[in-house]
């Protein structure tokens, strides 16, 4: 296996482990609050959650993977 697909898979990982830890901080709010009510909205409503979490996930998860890079960069240059 290539190093390029160890970095694929490790983002490809982070990037679902994150989006899962946002929706499950997502549903600890009171967010129902925000939608209309009614039994027909229930869809949209578990929808947008759903792309809520995709959206802030795939942020955070890109920003501690920058982080890493950002960290193992100065590293590989102090001691060249």
């Known amino acids: 296996m290539s190093v ?3 970095d694929a898979l490790v983002r490809i990982m982070s990037h679902f482990v994150f989006i899962y830890l946002t929706f499950w ?3 600890s709010l009171r967010l129902d609050i925000l939608f209309k009510k009614g ?6 409503i578990k ?6 979490s995709v959206a ?3 942020q955070v998860s890109n920003f ?4 890493i890079f950002l ?3 100065f590293f590989e240059g102090m001691i060249v």
């Open 71 to 73: 960290v193992r960069n």
């Open 64 to 67: 501690f993977l920058e982080v």
């Open 56 to 58: 802030i996930g795939f």
């Open 47 to 52: 929808l947008a959650y759903v792309f809520l």
């Open 25 to 27: 901080a997502i549903n």
């Open 4 to 6: 390029f697909g160890v």
């Open 39 to 44: 039994i027909q909205y229930d869809r949209q």
